[in-house]
């Protein structure tokens, strides 16, 4: 039977180099500090690592605002720096996929200033401007209702050029007129350049946004007080995303045989972790897609193989409890999860692929929503991240861990509103206030649900700069507990670090936990999550089980037998479970 492409089986990471390693003592991460830790990742087992922006960027919003797509911004290191980070990977059996941010470039762009010195000009057709009305600047009211997700309009004035300029997101975020070939083919241009390098693939920003209503009409005010963005309907799901997609895969993505061959490609590793001779360059790579509100069923028609456009997309809908979202102060129910899983898994064909995330940049910590106020206790912290994991690396789909889950990385209790540097709560913060919240009340609303606990730098040893950075590192990141950073974690075998790398090795080795079947038991538990891969071939079954809660519960009788090979809490599989327990046994041939 063909190959299935290398990314169903693959274990991706998510490495936001701002906040990962310091090479040069800044206090920013960059691209020689990546480098010095790719053993970490190799160690680990990771196979893809996906590079938040790294491109030339003024960092409104760290590097989704790009400047220049083919130049390394100067505080994250050079281009040369890059090729050795791609080679350094290749080396060690492990691709690299970068973050590409194409709804929108950053206001200093040269496509955009060229489009504000001249509206009519070539350039005034790659963004959305829009005509103001007669008055004393010329503007009058925004060319309609949509909203920004940083705050207020999702318009700017622009008196140099009398337009309105659309924005999504930060004011320095324009968005690009996909409408334009010209647009599309800049941006397959970009995508051939960065293959040429040795680029495996990229993970596509807000890219179910690129496609917007024609007019841009104004958006219903009952979905916009629903959806909280007024306009949204108009752009998360537009009429011709999927003709974009298709093309941009076409065009971009598949290799021709002009192309040049890449200059290195990934070296095989097998099952048991050796490393073989560098594989043959993939025609494609991989397109991963980040669509923000999308559902299970459009997440199908834009992943599905036979469609032809993205691989793999990050379905979010996972992320919030139900009824709640990120702002909400509230402790996730693994219940909850093991629902959404069930339905979502239900409702996959052979043709489709799942990314199964629990965390990334622009959300607290899972862990710390799971455990609320007891995320210190190092007991519960270290199971339930163990009980993360197991469900994370061996439901069916693809794996994306997030920097920091390896060594059940928390939320950060941020002291002060000047410790938050995201846009997107500064922004937040700043509308409070003004709406005449204090400051301590301010805070306390906006610290739940801040991107920036993603975005506390990595914690390779104990001490105050956490061997992250000599110098004083960009964002706060106080020692949280003992025995949670990676020199600590490495040495201990019953760690969090330990338990993810055993089981990564585990599932590298075993066809039933990535190629297998699966079939979930007692399905309406709210409290245990159990289930079996059933092996490809004639290998082993295997019997996967969570203690979904703080409790110790009963384990439910007439489970298959099976032999515990890697547990949270030992091996022995008897009548109960302590608080997130979690085991992986192999499932003994009957009779
Ligand atoms: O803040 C959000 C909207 O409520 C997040 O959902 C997030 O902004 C959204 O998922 C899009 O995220 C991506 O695009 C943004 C950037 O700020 C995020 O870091 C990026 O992941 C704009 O480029």
Known sequence: AA???WWRRAVFYQVYPRSFADSDGDGVGDLRGVTSRLDHLADLGVDCVWLSPIFDSPNEDMGYDVRDYRAVMSEMGTLADLDDLIAGAHERGMRIILDLVVNHTSAEHA??????????GPYGDYYHLQPGVPGEDGSGPPPNNWASFFGGSAWRWLPEAKRWALHLFAPGQMDLNWENPRVRAEVAEIVRWWRARGI??????????????????????????????????HYFFGPRLHEYLR???????TRTAQDPRPPSTVRSRGADGTLGVPEPPDPVGVLVGETPGVGVE??????????????????????????????????????????????????????????????????????????????????LRSAAAKALATIQLTLPGTPFL??????????????????????ESVNRLAELRADGVAHEDALARVRPGARDHARVPMRWEPG???????????????????????????????????????LIRLRRAEPALTDGGFRALLPRSREYFGWVRTAPGDGD??????????????????????????GSHGLARGPRMAPYECVVARVLIAG
């Open 402 to 423: 997030f920097q920091g889950q390896e060594i059940a990385a928390i939320n950060q209790d941020f002291a002060a509103a000047a410790e938050l540097k995201d846009v």
């Open 3 to 5: 190959q299935p492409p």
């Open 298 to 379: 459009m997440s199908r028609l834009l992943s599905g193989a036979r469609r032809r456009e993205l691989d793999l997309v990050f379905n979010f809908d996972v992320l919030d409890g139900p009824g709640k979202v990120r702002w909400d102060d509230y402790r996730y129910d693994l219940g909850y999860l093991k629902g959404f899983y069930l339905d979502y898994l239900a409702r996959l064909g052979p043709d489709d692929a799942i990314a199964l995330f629990l965390d990334n940049h622009d959300n607290p910590r899972m862990l710390s929503k799971v455990l609320g106020t007891r995320d210190r206790d190092p007991v």
């Open 111 to 120: 496509w955009f200033r060229a489009a504000v010195a001249d509206p009519d």
């Open 541 to 566: 079954d295997w019997l996967v089980e969570v203690n979904l809660t703080d409790r110790t519960i009963k384990r439910p009788r007439g489970l298959p037998a099976a032999t515990g090979v890697l």
């Open 464 to 502: 105050p700069t956490t061997g992250f950075s000599t110098g004083t590192p960009w964002q706060v990141g106080r020692e949280d507990s003992v025995g949670f950073t990676v020199a600590e974690q490495g040495a201990d075998p019953g760690s969090v670090l330990s338990f993810h790398r055993d």
């Open 247 to 253: 093309e941009l895969r076409a065009t971009g993505f």
């Open 200 to 233: 495996d693939g990229f993970r596509l920003d807000v890219i179910n946004y690129i496609s917007k209503r024609p007019g841009l009409p104004d958006g219903n005010e009952a979905i916009g007080a629903l959806m909280g963005f007024p306009g949204i309907e």
